[in-house]
Nanobody
Framework: VQLQASGGGLVQAGGSLRLSCTTS????????LAWFRQAPGKEREFVAV????????YYADSVKGRFAISRDNAKNTVYLQMNSLRPEDTAVYYC????????????????WGQGTQVTVSS
């Protein structure tokens, strides 16, 4: 499985960004794809996850109501729409895929894309 993330950038507080993650090589319907983020000096933290089949989604409390994860199976792409961005959302965002494991733990993912920087200015 390969993952390719894109869409980061610099935005003012209150603004929006949309991240994309294109995946390839998926071999099972149990696949799920998540977004994590890591700020300087902090541990990598869970943001959101979506099941490849069924589309169930789960979010970290810190982003509920502001971020939305979605997928386009035909394009093998997952999106993270980020609205009402805050300076504390500044981090490198990673997409990750797996077939099993604890969905909100980085250890539960076997495949990682390269990070994309999101910077929110106050």
């Amino acid at each position: 499985v390969q993952l390719q993330a894109s869409g980061g950038g610099l935005v003012q507080a209150g603004g929006s960004l949309r991240l994309s993650c294109t995946t390839s090589g998926v071999t099972s319907h149990s696949y799920r794809l998540a977004w994590f983020r890591q700020a300087p000096g902090k541990e990598r933290e869970f943001v959101a996850v979506i099941l490849w089949i069924g589309g169930n989604t789960y979010y970290a409390d810190s982003v509920k109501g502001r971020f939305a994860i979605s997928r386009d199976n035909a394009k093998n792409t997952v999106y993270l729409q980020m609205n009402s961005l805050r300076p504390e959302d500044t981090a490198v965002y990673y997409c990750a895929g797996s077939y099993s494991g604890i969905y909100y733990r980085p250890e539960g993912y076997d495949y990682w894309g390269q990070g994309t920087q999101v910077t929110v200015s106050s």
